[in-house]
C-alpha cells in the first residue's frame, strides 16, 4: 500500500518558469511533509517541510502548500533554473507519541528545467 | 550545519564476504539514525531504525541477521551486509535526525558484490 504517492514520474519546464509538484497521501496520521531533492548516486538534500498545522511554507524559491481535506501538497519552485533539475521526493510522517520519526517516500519525480 | 558522512561512498566485494558501512553525523548529535535502499529508479525503502545504545528496529521483509546495524554513539551508526550476494547489490543511504526533527541525509554508499 502506496502511502504516499506522487503521480508524476517526470516534469519539464522551462527556465524561468514555475514548476510544480505534486504529492497525495493516504495516512491521516501525517502530520509533517518534507520535500528533498537528490541528484544520481548521491544522497536525498533537504528543501523545506511544513507541519500540518500550516497550510504554506516559503523559504526563497521554494513554496509548500499543504491541503489537508485533500491529503495533497505540493512544491513550487520559482523561477526554475537548470540546476534544479533532479529527483524530487515528497516524505511523510505520523508525530504522535508512538512515532519513531520514520519517513515513508513518495516514488520521486524528475524535474528537467531546460535553458 | 546538519552534515552526515558516510564511508566507503562506493565498494566492491565477492560473494560470501561481508561489508561494513558507517555513518556518521558530523555537526550535531543523532538520537536516531536510519538506514534505506535504493534500487535504480525506485524510492527509498527504509530498512531499520536504529537509536543509539538500543536494538535497532527493522521493517518487515528485512533480514536483521543478514544487514547488522550498530549504533554506538550518538553520531556513528554502522551497517554491516553479512555474506553477501548480488541481490544484495544496491545504493544504501543513511540518515540521522535529532529530537525526530527533520533528517539529514548521506551522501549513500554504492555496493556491487561480485
Known amino acids: 500500500d502506496q502511502q504516499v504517492k506522487q503521480n508524476s514520474p517526470s516534469l519539464s519546464v522551462q527556465e524561468g518558469r514555475i514548476s510544480i509538484l505534486n504529492c497525495d497521501y493516504t495516512?491521516?496520521?501525517?502530520?509533517?511533509f518534507l520535500w528533498y531533492k537528490k541528484y544520481p548516486a548521491e544522497g536525498p538534500t533537504f528543501l523545506i517541510s511544513i507541519s500540518s498545522i500550516k497550510d504554506k511554507n516559503e523559504d526563497g524559491r521554494f513554496t509548500v502548500f499543504l491541503n489537508k481535506s485533500a491529503k495533497h501538497l505540493s512544491l513550487h519552485i520559482v523561477p526554475s533554473q537548470p540546476g534544479d533539475s533532479a529527483v524530487y521526493f515528497c516524505a511523510a510522517s505520523g508525530r504522535g507519541s508512538s512515532n519513531t520519526g520514520k519517513l515513508i517516500f513518495g516514488q520521486g519525480t524528475t524535474l528537467q528545467v531546460k535553458p | 550545519g546538519a552534515v552526515v558522512s558516510q564511508h566507503p561512498s562506493w565498494v566492491i566485494c565477492k560473494s560470501g564476504t561481508s561489508v561494513k558501512i558507517e555513518c556518521r553525523s558530523l555537526d550535531f548529535q543523532a538520537t536516531t539514525m536510519f538506514w534505506y535502499r535504493q534500487f535504480p529508479k525506485q524510492s527509498l525503502m527504509l530498512m531499520a531504525t536504529?537509536?543509539?545504545?538500543?536494538?535497532?528496529?527493522?521493517e518487515q521483509g528485512v533480514e536483521k541477521d543478514k544487514f547488522l546495524i550498530n549504533h554506538a554513539s550518538l553520531t556513528l551508526s554502522t551497517l554491516t551486509v553479512t555474506s553477501a550476494h548480488p541481490e544484495d547489490s544496491s545504493f544504501y543511504i543513511c540518515s540521522a535526525t535529532h529530537a525526530r526533527d527533520t533528517q539529514y541525509f548521506g551522501p549513500g554508499t554504492r555496493l556491487t558484490v561480485l
Open positions: 536504529s537509536n543509539e545504545g538500543s536494538k535497532a528496529t527493522y
Open positions: 495516512n491521516s496520521m501525517f502530520d509533517y
